[in-house]
């Protein structure tokens, strides 16, 4: 995303995927009438002209805020769950970072209205959750934080299908032989590396297959400069 423009606005989107092909994560809240809608913060303090808590917002209040992060931006609304469904296909793939307050049952059948099941990822940070969200949805795809092959395991005693798992390693230094081995299982690796200094085209040398990013231009140009294959695979799927 740049810098230039706000987080979870559809304009902030297009800039993105318009200069390299790129998943999109976003930040599911709801309002007090129900609306699933996109915002980072329990608050709309941080990035609107409002106040107060999205959960306490009428849908109707919620839309006619403004965005004002950055400071002296203008012109940008928040956005609803279904516009920038509706708005990513064919463009890219979302992943659904569930926040606080907001049930995947709820946010499961705003994807199967838009008819995107087939092109969202959902996020969960536990074993525990990516057990719940595939008793909700069994045919989504699902980040979950993976720390060793024992959390496979769990999941697959759990009726978890892994192949529609791909693991988060995590922030820090990843372990190559737990790629390794996710990999022997079917099941794909993506990190976090949010300074410009990261190695990322290292992270694909050692068959990470997705990284978590602030910095989409560098990573498009390291990663594909390092994966040894024709185009990238972000703009393959959406394709697909």
Not at 69 to 81: I, N
Not at 87 to 95: F, H, M, Y
Request: with cysteine.
């Amino acid at each position: 995303m740049s810098d230039a423009v706000p987080e979870n606005t559809l304009q902030s989107f297009q800039s993105t995927v318009a200069s390299v092909p790129a998943f999109l994560e976003i930040d599911i809240a709801r309002t007090r009438d129900g609306a699933l809608v996109l915002m980072h913060d329990d608050t709309v303090d941080r990035t609107t002209n409002g106040h107060g808590a999205v959960r306490e917002m009428t849908s109707t209040e919620f839309a006619a805020l403004q965005i004002d992060d950055p400071p002296g931006v203008r012109g940008f609304e928040p956005a609803t769950l279904r516009q920038a469904l509706d708005w990513a296909d064919g463009k890219t793939v979302l992943e659904l970072d569930v926040k606080r307050g907001v049930s995947y049952e709820d946010v499961a059948e705003e994807v199967r209205g838009a008819g995107a099941m087939g092109r969202v990822i959902f996020i969960t940070y536990s074993v525990d959750g990516a057990s719940r969200l595939a008793r909700v949805a069994p045919e989504a795809m699902i980040y979950t934080t993976i720390r060793d092959e024992r959390d496979l395991d769990t999941l697959e005693r759990r009726g978890v299908d892994l192949t529609h798992v791909v693991a988060w390693l995590g922030d820090e230094e990843f372990s190559e032989d737990l790629v390794e081995a996710l990999a022997a299982r079917g099941v794909e690796a993506r990190v976090g590396m949010f300074s410009r200094g990261d190695d990322f085209g290292g992270a694909a040398r050692a068959g990470v297959t997705g990284v978590a990013v602030n910095h989409v231009d560098a990573a498009f140009r390291e990663i594909d400069a390092a994966d040894g294959a024709e185009g990238f695979a972000a703009l393959q799927c959406v394709r697909g």
